[in-house]
């Protein structure tokens, strides 16, 4: 029986050296927002923490599993430091408990992690230009960017939003990196260059996107990563009166190494 | 369902009371059994599928799997802090400290227990061991229900985040008060009731002994690595709850459209329902739901708003799947449409009424 043990041992190591990796490769990031990278460095840290205290109590002292405590219990007691029966033994778990255990560090393990892409945006509001998915911070957060050609999707929407008209921005050149997404809605010589935005985890990322004009859009592929560059001339997309971005160059670039841009 | 439960009542009674408590949770070999089962047919279906269907279904569960991961990481360190509350709580704190503090009327007792956060600053995640571990050491039922509820928003991490987000205004007080108030009162239903027709009888006193360590020298290490033990022994019991739950959760962003939540925005009842539909779904942690709400602020009623913020917290799809691991299934449905009729009528109220 102890071989439960060395097992419950191992998966919650596991599970901490899975989180540790997942930092260590950098694809933490495709899951949270990084301000809570250090909780998930901890918490790997205490997992393997909680496996030594484990391993200490079951396999070093001998005594392989409570099964066994439990026959022997009036017998030992005296002379065990009374820590068999601390707890409540819990950790009774059946083997596919165990198994349920194991499906993080299995689906983290084989399936190639990959960020949310345009994929993903089908199955959510998008805010297109307009943006009534992201609500601009009280006060004059925009004015720290200044400079339009630093400007990331969010900032320009952001700004948008501030100044209402959707003219003010006309011929102001904008610098943007995102992928590419495109539905029922875009005529052909037009997609939009989004992002998904993530303010925890990936469970409340919404998407954001500016409308780009390339005469090349057929050329392109979706979900791919774009540099987009060019200034803004008011234009309709569907109902509304928003800024596109018509574009000087699209060139095609390697996915950032933080995919999402966070709140 | 009723037989497995009659046998956890009566199996106890044979064995000395320390195995009493070592019953494993309902959630048993063969409910995992039976998962896997369709998970076998989903797979079996998969394979008579053709290829365009297939692609879409890959890139759909690379969805999956990414958004699962993103709410087990973000959610698994929120856990493992609460387990190591409760292994601190389990080693250093006995039953008669405990309840000393506690009142014995019930409308003290409640109200205890719905401020109880402030003393155990615990999100969803975490309060659920911290509450089975308390309910060990002799908290009443009431109590330990208000607590549960409530401290997920009414502790000042929740506090701060809804400020910054919110700023002083209906949102932050109405979220605050109404949580109080919900959890105030289904603790105080619960006071009716005897405890082991609510918890589980894992978790009920009346079987178990006090687990302290006696005071010494030598005692100090051995305790700190004591409740080390007992926490991993939560973790992975809670652990599992939260997997399934994190699955679900990620299972219906996947496949289930927001759209078709987001067009009842501006009803004064249906925008209340999306919203804590939404709040119950998407199962994100009590102290950031303030900055995801915001995003909805522009399309939503201000009731609904509310809805999610007071609601959501208490009850979600991961939260409700770990309460499996505490309380009685009858007791988990009650947890769940209490606090779900309350928020609705009294939100769809400040919606129609007070046109906040």
Redesign the interface.
Known sequence: MSKKVII?VG??AG?GLF?FS?YANGS?S???HPR?NV??L??AA??V???I??G??YLLKGESH?EHQ?DD?HDHDAHH???H?????????????L???A??SI??FF?Q????GA??L????VSVGTL????AP?GSYFTTIATSGERNIMDWLYAFQNARDPGAFDGEEAHVIGFVYRDDRFDADTFMVSRFTV??????A?PVGLIVRWPKTPELADDEWVEVTGPFEVGRFGDTTVPILVADSVVKTDPPAQPYLY? | MKTSELNQVSEPVTTNPVTATAKPMPLNARTIGRLLVVLLLLLILLGTLPGATLDFLGERFQIFVTIFLGIFIEAVPFLLAGSIVSGTLEVFVDRESLTRFIPRRPVPAAFVGSMLGFAFPVCECGVVPVTRRLYQKGLPASVGIAFLLSAPVINPVVLASTYVAFGWGPVLIGRFAFTILIAFAAGLLFHFAPKEEIVLPSVDLAHGDDHVLPAGAAAGRQRLWQSLVVAGDDFMDMVRYLIIGSMLAAAMQTFVPQQTLLAFGSGPVTSVVAMMALGFVLSICSTVDAFLALSFVNTFTTGSILSFLVFGPMVDIKSALMFLGVFRRRVVVYLILLPLAMTFLITVFINLNLGW
């Open positions: 419950q998966l919650l599970l989180l997942r933490l495709y899951y949270i809570f909780l998930t901890l918490t205490g997992l923490v909680v496996a205290a484990y200490r109590e409570h439990r219990y430091h009374g820590h029966h601390t707890h409540d033994h819990s950790h009774d778990l059946s083997w596919l408990g198994a349920l255990l499906i993080p689906l983290g399936v992690p990959r960020p949310l994929s993903a089908s199955n959510r509001e009534s998915s992201v609500r009280e303010s925890c985890c990936v469970a409340d919404a709140q």
